[in-house]
């Protein structure tokens, strides 16, 4: 009971036992006046009270803002003891270090984080001293042990005392801007050593274009002292003028054109450019960082040009093989362990983009070398940063998994201390050279698997079975004489049967002598070869107007004529004709026409006709010596084809046409 509820109950009591009089507590005041003191006094105790809960409720609103605040605060929020046992943290906190849960982050300590724990004595001490650490970048470890770069306000609490009793702390992740500022840095330091070589011009320009879009002119922004030297024109000539201001407008033309598809493509190109007011020759490579400006590098290569004109045909044809190649040119950062350039081409090798590759560290580009490459290529890298230069071939995974055959030529460039800086070159993809060797090799010892025994088959054909036909044969000509009737009409067709395949055989054995090495080829009298040819067929109507030709052939010239007459003679039916004709050709060759009144060749045959027998499109032995012509005709150098004898009507009669070469005074030719 409160001292107020005290008085009040007294003063009720002391009006009840006095019946209405005063007593010696109650002063001089009535009931009535007693009782409004009371109502006072309770009214003013429920204002109190009401002060009071107002006061509670607006600190339990403030302790949960805070919380919630706490909890949903971006930056990592803990409180640590001064041995650092982690005493409060927010769930950022925990993402940012890679915990599970805050439970597991308050089972831990702070030092667990540091990459050198000896760091939190120093952050002690200056607590110590000063209270409070502002905006401290440190590097730090997540919970897997992988680095961090953070920035990390702290504040100490200290006792009555002036001990150090906790540390208050927020922290962020900073990685990825201090990551940005080390490639800023080191893209920087390139610059400052492309600019400051004396070998190597650097200008930087913005292009200038009309109202359709076209580049016809551009300012230089920036340009090093080997520009000056190379141009013959001081920096401040030429800084915020346009070009056509300083040079003739005429010579720098394409130049601007170049300047421009760069600037507003994006497309990095290498060229080679004449200034003939300055009687030079720059080769040139130039890329835009962003659109509108181009960046370019060249360096004097007139010496080398001059050396080069005795030779330009060579060169050009050189030139040409380059700018049709889709080799890949590259440079790496051997410090920085990245491609700080890479040409867009390589994601047609490889299926990576140039940013794809140049995210991949040595460790990263390792792993996707062939297992069974790798040795040699390490040994050629580490004997390449002594020598300069080195040739790779190796097998690379693409991004879809597959192997591609990669040639490399490249260059390492080192400091004055001999530590390597930079590996550039040629990537080439030689994964169709590559398979095309093997499939060679392949083929190469399947012809000679398959060449021996086709020799070792056509040995049985041509000696043992030609034997053995040439017995049947005589025996079949004994048995027709001693036979009549029906018997001696069989004995025939048998004969005939082995007259055709001893004449197969005999085509057979002409191919095998046509494969077997290079012809003789010498000067042949062609009127006498179709003169002997003709009395082979004295039934046939033959006409052959007389010609004095020598060609270049071999002896076997005669069975051209053999199996384009013997093919009139079987397919032309009775009362065929043959006409056979040499006349001047063209370019010194010397056609020929072998044509009958046969029944002609269908066109859709024309142009199979000497490859039936490759095609199997034939019965047996038919098309066989069709294609011994074509062989023969090509073995010569000419080339063979058939036509209607009379154009348009294929059933009135074929022509075959052929050229040989003519042997010019009837010498000797070769081939």
Aim: with cysteine; proline share 3%; aromatic share 8%.
């Amino acid at each position: 009971m409160t001292a107020r509820s005290e008085e009040a109950e007294a003063l009720l009591t002391s009006g009840a036992e006095g019946g209405g009089q005063e007593g010696p507590a109650a002063g001089d005041l009535s009931v009535d006046e007693r009782i409004a003191a009371l109502l006072a006094e309770n009214r003013a105790l429920r204002a109190e009270n009401a002060t009071l809960q107002s006061t509670k409720n607006a600190l339990l609103e403030s302790e949960e803002r805070y919380r919630r605040l706490f909890e949903n605060d971006l930056t990592g929020d803990f409180v640590t003891a001064t041995d650092g046992r982690i005493i409060a943290c927010n769930p950022a906190f925990v993402r940012i270090f890679g915990f599970a849960s805050v439970n597991e982050a308050l089972d831990t300590s702070i030092l667990d984080l540091y990459e050198d724990p000896g760091d939190r004595e120093l952050l002690l001490l200056r607590l110590r001293q000063e209270g409070k650490i502002e905006n401290q970048g440190r590097t730090r470890k997540r919970r897997d042990g992988t680095r961090i770069h953070v920035v990390e306000n702290l504040v100490g609490r200290f006792d009555a005392n002036g001990e150090l009793i906790e540390i208050q702390a927020y922290t962020y992740d900073d990685s990825e801007r201090k990551r940005v500022e080390d490639a800023l840095r080191e893209s920087m330091e390139w610059y400052r050593q492309a600019l400051d070589n004396p070998l190597v011009g650097y200008a930087h320009c913005r292009i200038i274009t009309d109202a359709s879009g076209r580049a016809v002119d551009f300012v230089f922004l920036e340009v090093n002292g080997t520009f000056e030297a190379f141009s013959g024109r001081s920096r401040e000539i030429v800084l915020n003028r346009r070009i056509t201001e300083t040079f003739d407008p005429v010579e720098v033309a394409d130049l601007i054109a170049t300047y421009g598809d760069v600037a507003l493509t994006g497309r990095s190109v290498t060229f080679e450019y004449r200034m003939p007011s300055l009687e030079k020759w720059h080769e040139v490579t130039a890329f835009s960082t962003r659109p509108g400006y181009t960046t370019a590098f060249f360096t004097d290569i007139t010496k080398r040009k001059l050396a080069e004109n005795a030779l330009r045909e060579s060169e050009e044809r050189f030139r040409a093989v380059l700018e049709n190649s889709l080799d890949a040119a590259y440079r790496r950062n051997l410090q920085a362990d990245r491609y700080d350039y890479m040409s867009p081409v390589i994601e047609q090798i490889l299926g990576f983009t140039a940013e794809e590759m140049a995210a991949m560290n040595i460790a990263e580009v390792m792993d996707r070398i062939h297992p069974d490459d790798r040795p040699s290529v390490g040994a050629e890298l580490s004997n390449a940063i002594a020598s300069g230069q080195g040739l790779l071939v190796y097998r690379f995974r693409a991004k879809h998994g597959e192997y591609r055959w990669l040639e490399d030529h490249f260059t390492v460039i080192c400091d004055p201390d001999g530590r390597p800086l930079y590996r550039g070159g040629i990537v080439r993809d030689v994964t169709g050279r590559k398979e095309a060797e093997e499939e060679i090799a392949r083929v190469h010892r399947d012809l000679e698997s398959a060449h021996r025994e086709a020799n070792l088959y056509l040995d049985i054909l041509t000696h043992d079975i030609g034997n053995t036909e040439n017995v049947s044969n005589l025996y079949a000509e004994l048995l027709q004489d001693s036979l009549d009737g029906e018997a001696a009409c069989y004995v025939a067709s048998l004969k005939k049967s082995i007259g055709k395949s001893i004449e197969i055989l005999g085509i057979v054995s002409k191919i095998r002598r046509i494969h077997a090495g290079p012809p003789d080829i010498r000067a042949i009298d062609l009127d006498a070869v179709i003169r002997e040819e003709a009395t082979h067929f004295p039934d046939l109507p033959l006409r052959y107007e007389e010609v004095r030709r020598q060609v270049l052939a071999d002896d076997l010239l005669s069975e051209v004529f053999t199996n384009l007459i013997g093919n009139a003679v079987r397919h032309g039916g009775p009362g065929v004709e043959v006409f056979i004709r040499a006349e001047d050709g063209d370019d010194g060759f010397v056609r020929v026409t072998v044509a009958d009144t046969g029944r002609g060749v269908p066109d859709a045959r024309k142009d199979e006709i000497f490859h039936r027998y490759e095609k199997k499109q034939r019965g047996v032995g038919e098309g066989l010596g069709l294609y011994l012509v074509g062989i023969l005709i090509d073995r010569y150098g000419g080339r063979i084809w058939v036509e209607d004898r009379m154009p348009g009507l294929p059933e009135e009669g074929a022509a075959f046409f052929f050229l040989l070469r003519e042997a010019k005074g009837g010498g000797t030719g070769g081939s």
